[in-house]
């Protein structure tokens, strides 16, 4: 604990000693002491002591040090702390989240190299997201740094060994201009171009951690990424919907899915739930027939179903989890793990999803969809299937440009229908799992056409009641 009550007394001159003269201080309720050889060596520590104590530095009550000693014997470079806090990180977080961490700190700690470093070896990135930002189980149990468990490649360990060398030093990596650069290089892609809102908050979010982190060891003393002036760059993270699919075009997609032989059927409704409930592929993956709650068999061709999603299984890579599977078990994004969600679904995922459980039924453990080998449903093959199936269906025109690029277009597409069809916005984002602010910011422009068809209902009111009071008066 850092304190400014501090006293610093005279020499102590112990007859007989080999070190007879001694410094001694008190920090708090802690009296600390040096012995020296000789007298000059003991005054010129003391005079130290009364340097830092005039100047106004806090001493640390547990070493008796001023707060800039402290510091130095203390001094890391940022890649050290920032290897420090990813595997402080890595057992609290998902394997997506540890992913995202460790192409944070790698795009942080390229930026933070000292102006002479010269060039960068080209398989450094490799070298800090696979090998010092990425964690292994090492012989204790414990996760612990890939590169201090295995043996890099030579061009990994070249990479290794470039950016201990050349790496900032943590305090001077949190000078406000230093911060500037690297706030500067998280606002943009490897090929220049700038990135992504989303992408820009979330690293800087992960460098802000990383300087709370290195406040909680007493590194620092504060964060100082809230008082560098620095404006994010303004992008638009609002869908184009010039390249989402209407209703029509999505049943057609859909159905040119089913036309691809066995794979094509077996997700014709894995991709029926992007569409008709807005799903995310992740948890359409983890779909399980308990979750399914459909009308019976006799039931009215026009009766709707419900889904109570519960689980996610986003796909990380099998360096990132724990088991070493290319995916993770989640709940549903941004909520409690135990959280769920219902979804009611029309008559057409009803019949789309009868269909598969009568034709395939589930896997062992109840999930709808699989891959061929009975695991998760890799995007690789998915997408590879919706590739064929826009081919199919679009104009060419249509197919050489990003109009239903990805399979997530259709999640789009299901909630900008809900919204153009008077779906209160509540209720809209309510189904599609996340906030209203995300919402009003990635559905404006269908959410906009919604407000005029309001605007309308409005009026429409008020003429009425026009037409009521000029009764009432004649």
Same mark, same amino acid.
């Given at each position: 604990m850092l304190t400014f009550d501090v006293r610093v007394y005279k020499l102590r001159i112990r007859s007989g000693r080999r070190r007879p003269f001694t410094v001694r201080w008190r920090v708090g309720d802690r009296d600390h002491s040096e012995s020296y050889q000789f007298e000059a060596q003991a005054d010129g520590r003391r005079a130290e002591l009364m340097t830092a104590l005039r100047l106004g530095e806090q001493f640390d009550t547990f070493t008796g040090l001023p707060v800039t000693e402290l510091?130095?014997?203390?001094?890391?470079?940022?890649?050290?702390?920032?290897?420090?806090?990813?595997?402080?990180?890595?057992?609290?977080?998902?394997?997506?989240?540890?992913?995202?961490?460790?192409?944070? +700190?790698?795009?942080?700690? *390229?930026? +933070?190299?000292?102006?002479?470093?010269?060039?960068?070896?080209?398989?450094?990135?490799?070298?800090?997201?696979?090998?010092?930002?990425? *964690?292994?189980?090492?012989?204790?149990?414990?996760?612990?740094?890939r590169m201090k468990v295995e043996q890099a490649p030579a061009e990994v360990a070249r990479g290794l060994e470039w950016i201990a060398r050349h790496s900032l030093s943590l305090a001077e990596a949190a000078r406000p201009?230093?911060?500037?650069?690297?706030?500067?290089?998280?606002?943009?892609? *490897?090929?220049?171009?700038?990135?992504?809102e989303n992408t820009v908050r979330r690293k800087r979010i992960v460098l802000s951690n990383a300087l709370v982190y290195a406040v909680s060891c007493e590194r620092l003393q504060a964060n100082p990424l809230p008082k560098v002036d620095w404006q994010p760059p303004l992008t638009d993270i609002e869908v184009d919907f010039r390249y989402v699919p209407g209703p029509r075009l999505a049943r057609d997609l859909i159905i040119a899915v089913g036309t691809q032989g066995l794979r094509g059927a077996h997700l014709e409704a894995f991709f029926g739930c992007l569409y008709y409930a807005a799903m995310r592929p992740a948890e359409a993956a983890a779909l399980n027939e308990k979750d399914c709650l459909l009308p019976g068999p006799?039931?009215?061709?026009?009766?709707?179903?419900?889904?109570?999603?519960?689980?996610?299984?986003?796909?990380?890579?099998?360096?990132?989890?724990?088991?070493? %599977?290319?995916?993770?078990?989640?709940?549903?994004?941004?909520?409690?793990?135990?959280?769920? %969600?219902?979804?009611p679904i029309p008559p057409d995922l009803v019949r789309l999803l009868r269909a598969h459980l009568q034709r395939y039924g589930t896997a062992p453990d109840g999930r709808l969809f699989r891959a061929v080998r009975g695991g998760r449903v890799p995007s690789t093959e998915y997408c590879r299937i919706w590739a064929t199936a826009r081919r199919r269906t679009l104009l060419p025109r249509d197919a050489e440009t990003p109009f239903a690029k990805v399979p997530y277009c259709l999640r789009h597409a299901g909630i900008s229908?809900?919204?153009?069809?008077?779906?209160?916005?509540?209720?809209?984002?309510?189904?599609?799992?996340?906030?209203?602010t995300v919402l009003y910011r990635i559905y404006a422009k269908p959410l906009r056409g919604h407000q005029h068809h309001a605007n309308q209902l409005i009026t429409a009111a008020l003429q009425d009641l026009d037409q009521d009071v000029n009764a009432h008066r004649t």
């Open positions: 510091r130095a014997r203390n001094t890391v470079t940022w890649f050290e702390h920032a290897v420090e806090y990813a595997a402080v990180k890595w057992p609290r977080v998902s394997a997506k989240h540890r992913a995202g961490i460790a192409d944070a +700190l790698a795009t942080v700690t *390229m930026a +933070l190299v000292r102006p002479s470093s010269g060039q960068a070896p080209p398989a450094l990135r490799r070298a800090l997201l696979s090998w010092a930002f990425r *964690m292994v189980r090492g012989r204790d149990g414990t996760w612990t740094p201009h230093r911060l500037r650069a690297v706030l500067a290089a998280v606002s943009r892609r *490897m090929d220049g171009s700038e990135a992504a006799h039931a009215a061709p026009e009766a709707w179903g419900e889904l109570v999603l519960a689980r996610s299984h986003p796909e990380a890579g099998s360096g990132w989890t724990d088991d070493g %599977r290319p995916h993770d078990t989640r709940g549903l994004k941004r909520r409690a793990r135990n959280a769920t %969600r219902s979804v229908l809900w919204i153009t069809a008077g779906i209160p916005p509540a209720e809209a984002a309510r189904r599609a799992g996340h906030s209203l």
